[in-house]
């Protein structure tokens, strides 16, 4: 099964920039990119700050541009949205306890969309209502499962980044790891860098996202780091017994070239030009 993971599309109002970047183009650049190299993916998944202020007019926008796409999309929300506005444009994520979270199945298992956002805080939560419902789809479906959220479940040790971590980390941790044989792979944002990692023994993965960039430095200790490094989006392919993810820097402006077959037989030190 074929999966597109994309995160921090941060849209805002037409022509407003971030970084110098306009999101809804950049947006409209990933979503074109998509569908030239995987109209074949079965689902594509945005993990959160799909809005950079929370406004209800860009879930509009996003709701009337997703109607159009012609994959399936699904949804979480993260710290910059606000839940109230995005609910009352996708109230299909309205769960009992009024938290914005989902299920939905597919060729490699079942996707759980999580609800990570505190309000007033760019830090996540996973409170023990949130604990509660998790445990619960974990416990009565055998999997396997695939869980998205926006914020880092694990530390990134960039001190300023894990000031704004999910800071219920330990309890989400350990819910994970009481049911890590069914759960193949965590797909998170957030960070806006390409992370790898486990937790409690379950992969875990993030990437740059559709507009702006970070950048892991690790000698800032007060302020997060960004940089212009090129926009992005994942494609992670689910095998039976494996998980393959990239990052696709579809932002990049540099050249692509084919050079150099695989093909062992043609590898020549005489007549290979470099």
Not at 146 to 170: E, S, Y
Not at 182 to 202: D, E, M, Q
Request: proline share 6%.
């Amino acid at each position: 099964m074929k999966l597109i993971h994309m995160s921090d599309i941060h849209l805002t109002a037409p022509g407003g920039t971030i970084g110098g970047r306009d999101p809804r183009h950049n947006f409209e650049r990933a979503l074109g990119h998509v569908l030239a190299d995987h109209s074949d993916a079965e689902l594509m998944v945005i993990t959160g700050d799909l809005s950079d202020w929370g406004d209800r007019a860009d879930y509009e926008w996003l709701r009337s541009r997703l109607d159009t796409f012609p994959l399936p999309v699904r949804l979480c929300i993260g710290n910059h949205d606000n839940r109230a506005a995005f609910l009352s444009v996708f109230p299909e994520y309205a769960e009992s306890d009024g938290f914005a979270q989902g299920v939905h199945d597919t060729a490699a298992g079942r996707c759980l969309f999580l609800d990570t956002t505190e309000p007033r805080t760019h830090a996540g939560r996973y409170c023990a209502p949130r604990q509660d419902w998790l445990e619960q789809q974990l416990f009565e479906h055998d999997g396997p499962h695939l869980l998205f959220m926006h914020h880092n479940p694990m530390p990134t040790h960039l001190g300023p980044m894990d000031r704004i971590r999910l800071l219920d980390d330990a309890a989400f941790r350990q819910i994970v790891g009481r049911h890590r044989d069914k759960i193949r792979h965590i797909f998170f944002g957030h960070c806006h860098l390409p992370l790898g990692g486990s937790v409690a023994g379950v992969p875990a993965t993030s990437l740059r996202g559709t507009n702006h960039a970070s950048y892991p430095l690790f000698s800032e200790k007060l302020m997060l780091s960004a940089s212009d490094l090129p926009e992005s989006y994942g494609v992670a392919f689910v095998g039976p017994d494996y998980v393959t993810v990239h990052m696709v820097e579809f932002g990049y402006q540099g050249a692509i070239r084919t050079e150099g077959s695989p093909d062992f037989a043609m590898w020549d030190r005489e007549t290979m030009q470099r």
